[in-house]
């Protein structure tokens, strides 16, 4: 069992930066590769970036290749979203996932959800 929890969201203005933390419970963090979802009001929950276990690779949607940084900290238990060069489209609930057996971009490979953390940017 893995439980995550999200934080770092808020109100920022356009272009503007923020960090999403997602902390996980556990010994085998290490053991699962990590993802982040994004659910906007209206609209289904789409996939934003994900990092294997050892950090080596990552995938990202397009529309934020450039401005979010996708990274973990396994000593720390800790994934982490870097945020910068914000849009208002970039408004949405984030979420953390965390897959013990793939790393994708369907949020079907992913096992355990986090509760989410709210990012608003305002124009």
């Known amino acids: 069992q893995v439980q995550l929890v999200e934080s770092g969201g808020g109100l920022v203005q356009a272009g503007g930066s923020l960090r999403l933390s997602c902390a996980a419970s556990g010994r085998t963090f290490s053991s699962y ?3 982040w ?6 609209k289904e929950r789409e996939f934003v970036a994900a990092i ?5 690779r990552t995938y990202s949607l397009d ?4 401005r979010f940084t996708i990274s973990r900290d396994n000593a ?10 914000l849009k ?3 408004t949405a609930v984030y979420y953390c996932a965390a897959s013990a057996r793939v790393l994708g971009m369907s949020s079907n490979a992913y096992d355990y959800w986090g509760q989410g953390t709210r990012v608003t940017v305002s124009s």
Not at 37 to 42: D, S, Y
Not at 63 to 66: A, M, Q, T
């Open 76 to 85: 720390k238990n800790t994934v982490y979203l870097q945020m910068n060069s």
């Open 37 to 42: 979802f994004r659910q906007a009001p209206g």
């Open 88 to 90: 208002p489209e970039d």
């Open 52 to 56: 294997s276990w050892s950090g080596g």
């Open 63 to 66: 529309s934020v290749k450039g």
């Open 33 to 35: 590769a990590m993802g």
